[in-house]
């Protein structure tokens, strides 16, 4: 509420995962009623009120998920959408993704907007997927469903940010290097000259190269 007071916010987002986690909240009528409450004045205001989810796979989205999802869109929330990860053996095939969109889509009203590559993070080298097969998965899930329900597949590459899979500027497969490049300064470059001509490299799991790219990355240890 006390956001809607600031006269310059057009929208909102509300992140969280309990949609799926825990749907039974959602649908408690004092929730409901804070929701409605909220929606009505930021329609009122002009604001574009939605909510922000986290579902990786299709099992996810079950029954009381779907009935929490439209009671929110019942109460006034202008979207419910979806920002997956993608995560190798859990949702990284065509098949796996469609099921899971279609669902989201068909059967919840939840959009499925964005998927996003696994982080460079320690621990996690098991689910990430190499840039070329995001490319081949966005490639395969085109045509399967209406356009603003088809999902943009992202990396969000350290120091840039969020970029569609194909809008890297170089890529050496052998190696799993992919380069980026970035159009718009943050706060900590605003006197960096270079932010805007520098390229910035995001590394492929090593077991997705090549053999001789592999080699080669035990040849540098």
């Known amino acids: 509420m006390q956001l809607l007071e600031i006269d310059t916010i057009r ?23 804070g929701v409605h409450r909220t929606a009505r004045l930021a329609a009122a205001r ?6 922000h989810t986290h579902i990786n796979h299709v ?24 920002q997956g990860v993608l ?16 669902a989201l889509q068909g059967e919840a009203n939840i959009l499925p907007y964005y998927f996003y590559m696994c982080d460079m993070i320690p621990n996690a080298e098991h689910w990430r ?11 395969a899930i085109m045509g399967y469903l209406p356009g603003y329900a088809t999902p943009r597949i992202v990396c969000d590459v350290p120091y840039v940010g969020k970029r569609w899979v ?24 605003r006197h960096d000259p270079d932010a805007l ?9 090593i077991s997705t190269l090549p053999e001789t790219g592999q080699r080669a990355w035990a040849e540098k240890r």
């Open 166 to 189: 194909h809008q890297l500027t170089e890529y050496d497969r052998e190696m799993g290097v992919s380069y980026w490049t970035k159009n718009y300064r943050t706060g900590i470059e």
């Open 87 to 102: 995560m190798r053996g859990v949702n990284a095939t065509a098949d796996d993704l469609l099921d899971l969109c279609l």
């Open 46 to 51: 002009g604001v574009n009120l939605a909510l």
């Open 129 to 139: 997927v190499a840039v070329r097969e995001a490319q081949e998965l966005q490639h």
């Open 11 to 33: 929208d909102i987002r509300l992140a969280t995962k309990a949609l799926a986690a825990l749907p039974q909240h959602w649908l408690q009528e004092k929730v409901l009623d």
């Open 59 to 82: 099992q996810s989205v079950t029954p009381l998920v779907a009935a929490a999802a439209r009671a929110l869109l019942d109460a006034g929330l202008r979207d419910v959408r979806n």
């Open 197 to 205: 001509a520098r390229r910035y490299p995001y590394y492929d799991p």
